[in-house]
């Protein structure tokens, strides 16, 4: 099978890898570190299948676009996607579905927002309604910031026009779960589950980030947690999107906490986590093209088949993300980080050093320097039996990478090593 995915990140480039165990993949536009990577767009491309991987273009529509044209397509329409493109939106489906999630108000006029925030009390959580990579949502409990983050997303001068209405939620306490299930319009399956780190500093302080490091599996969420979240939350949307019509072929990712009065769904997502698929793919032993061609044709087959390894991702960045992350420096040992036992170095914010700046030469097949060019630089994914392990070999890896400014978080998964290790 001649698979084509989609996008230019670490997730596109976890996705090719995996992909490539049973199928040619070309991956648009791809980045110099991702094999396969040409510059022709999706439409015109020829493949058996295509797999998209941001929200971008599925919330713009390219799903469609490409199944009118005829193709086998795994990513929802421009109408499943709207649960990530409009909080507010998702929030209405899920009240309607009944699945549990906080409190909130969704507001354009600034008024009422902050009469709202004022009925509130400990912790307030403000999110744009639409796309804003991840960043959008603010958690504090000092109330003065609540209310200038209302006026600045309101404004539109904090993220433009994804801010001009807000979703506003009561704050909820918990560890934290990403549940990524793959649907085909009407049966959905569970991948195994995996923790994302979103703040940006050590020990979960800071703003919110695209994520800086993942693991699968999660100690918290067995079996019996996974059933849950497929009954209380996945499966009731599913078919709340099946009752307005949506025919939704794709990952539905669930952003879950795990609070003290029961499991809540803070977002949904309509594609694979990044770096969350850095560590949930790795790990299939079953068949990731069957699984996904089965999941666009309408018919899921057989469920996804997982070990009992374990996988660690760890996120290299640019000195100043999220906010205004530097680029443009030259990386070095990727190659040498790869050639460690059970580490993949996965490719997101890179681009092709101009030539004769002495880089190493990158995994992908254009044998040249890679140099920073986003926030979000590198996925160190390790793997091995046990998520120690794992972790160890993730930070192997993470030891051989430099650029002026790397950083990167160096408590990624420690907590649920160290629970795993107390028992
Ligand atoms: P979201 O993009 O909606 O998943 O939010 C990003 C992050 O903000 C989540 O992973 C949580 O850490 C935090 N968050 C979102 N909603 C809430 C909430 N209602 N209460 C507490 N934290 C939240
Ligand atoms: N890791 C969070 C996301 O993919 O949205």
Redesign the pocket.
């Known amino acids: 099978m001649r698979v084509c995915v989609v996008g230019s990140g670490g997730r596109e480039h976890a996705l090719a890898h995996v992909l490539a165990r049973s199928c040619d993949v070309v991956v648009t536009p791809g980045n110099p570190g991702i094999p396969g990577s040409t510059p022709a767009p999706a439409t015109e491309v020829d493949a058996d299948l295509f797999v998209i991987g941001p929200e971008v273009p599925l919330v713009d529509g390219l799903a469609d676009k490409l199944r009118a044209a005829g193709r086998l397509v795994f990513g929802p329409g421009a109408d499943g996607a709207r649960l990530e493109g409009s909080?507010a939106w998702m929030k209405d489906l899920l009240l309607a579905a009944e699945v549990p999630t906080?409190g909130?108000g969704s507001f354009t006029d600034l008024d009422e927002a902050l009469r709202f925030l004022g009925t509130m009390s400990d912790?307030f959580?403000i999110?744009t309604d639409g796309l804003a990579a991840?960043k959008?949502?603010l958690?504090t409990e000092d109330r003065a910031e609540a209310e200038d983050a209302v006026r600045a997303y309101l404004s539109g001068e904090a993220f433009g026009d994804a801010g001009r209405r807000v979703v506003i939620?009561?704050?909820?306490?918990g560890p934290?779960l990403s549940v990524l299930a793959v649907c085909d319009g009407r049966h959905a399956m569970p991948l195994a589950p995996a923790q994302?780190f979103?703040?940006i500093g050590e020990g979960?302080v800071g703003p919110?980030t695209g994520g800086m490091g993942a693991y699968s599996p999660v100690p918290v969420a067995g079996a019996d947690v996974v059933d849950e979240v497929m009954e209380r939350a996945v499966l009731p949307t599913l078919a709340a999107l099946q009752r307005r019509g949506i025919d939704y072929r794709g990952v539905l990712y669930a952003?879950l906490?795990l609070t003290p009065q029961g499991l809540?769904v803070?977002?949904y997502?309509v594609r694979f986590g990044d770096p969350e698929a850095q560590v949930v793919l790795p790990r299939l032993r079953s068949d990731l093209a069957d699984l996904l061609a089965g999941a666009a044709a309408g018919a899921l087959a057989a469920a996804p088949e997982y070990g009992d390894d374990a996988a660690v991702t760890v996120v290299c960045a640019s000195e100043g993300y999220p906010a205004s992350p530097r680029t443009g420096d030259l990386i070095t040992g990727i190659e040498t980080a790869n050639a460690e036992a059970g580490v993949t170095v996965f490719c997101a914010g890179v681009s092709s050093a101009p030539p004769g700046s002495g880089g190493v030469v990158s995994p992908g097949q254009n044998n040249q320097g890679l140099e920073t060019a986003g926030g979000r630089v590198l996925n160190i994914t390790g793997q091995g039996p046990d998520l120690a392990t794992a972790r160890d070999r993730a930070y192997a890896g993470v030891t051989h990478i430099d650029w002026p400014g790397r950083y990167v978080r160096f408590d990624i998964a420690a907590k649920a090593v160290e629970s795993v290790s107390t028992g």
């Not at 939620?169 to 306490?173: D, P």
């Open positions: 909080k906080a909130h912790l959580v999110k991840g959008g949502v958690v939620e009561e704050g909820l306490t934290e994302d979103k703040r979960d919110n952003g906490m809540k803070l977002e997502n």
